[in-house]
Each structure stands twice: as C-alpha cells, then as structure tokens.
C-alpha cells in the first residue's frame, strides 16, 4: 500500500501565503503523476494542480500565476507553494498520487486532507 501525509494547511489572511507538502510512502516502484485537489464546503473536489514525473504541470485557471506545484522525485514528495491566497481558496487541500507499486500493481492513494483557511 502507499500512504500520503500532508502538512502545512492553515489559517492565513488574504495576500498571504501558505505552502502544502506531501510525502509517499510505501512499496512504491514509481510515482508518475503528483498533484492537489480541494474541496470547499457544499461543492464538488476539483482538481488545482498536478505534476508529473518529468515536471509537466497542470493547473486550474482560477490559480494560475498564483500557485505553484512542483516534486522532489527522490523524496517521493509533492509541494504547492500558494501565493496571494483568496478567500475563495478556502477548502480542504488533499493530496493524489498515482503510479506503480511492488508487483508493478497500480495504485492511486489519496491524503488525509489538510484544511487551508483564508480571511478575507
């Protein structure tokens, strides 16, 4: 099995910045694809930004400019650096990955969620 732990979630004013890391551990043979979904309360989880092997990233336009997604392959880790944080970012952040694990089985693991809360 893999498991993903997430930190770095808070409160913050608006303007301000935050920055989420999550870390994959287990039988892992490969991660090919990182990224950060959120869900906001009343409304459906979405994707905000994801990364794969290689570096090619994707992100929603409501964060583009604004957030940052990048990896560490090494370390099987995945950060989002978020800058000028709205209150319409409010949500809870949860990590995904998906890739290979022992016995070149598939897996697609998500976090916990860690909340991420913006004052306006």
């Known amino acids: 099995q893999v498991q993903l732990v997430e930190s770095g979630g808070g409160l913050v004013q608006a303007g301000g910045s935050l920055r989420l890391s999550c870390a994959a551990s287990?039988?892992?043979?490969?991660?090919?694809?990182m990224g950060w979904y959120r869900q906001a309360p009343g409304k459906q989880r979405e994707l905000v930004a994801a990364i794969n092997q290689v570096g090619n990233t994707n992100y929603a336009d409501s964060v583009k400019g604004r957030f940052t997604i990048s990896r560490d392959n090494a370390r099987n880790t995945v950060y989002l650096q978020m800058n000028s944080l709205k209150p319409e970012d409010t949500a809870v952040y949860y990590c995904?990955?998906?890739?290979?694990?022992?016995?070149?089985?598939?897996?697609?693991?998500w976090g916990q969620g860690t909340q991420v809360t913006v004052s306006s």
């Open positions: 995904n990955a998906a890739g290979l694990r022992s016995g070149l089985l598939g897996f697609n693991s």
């Open positions: 287990g039988s892992i043979v490969i991660i090919n694809t």
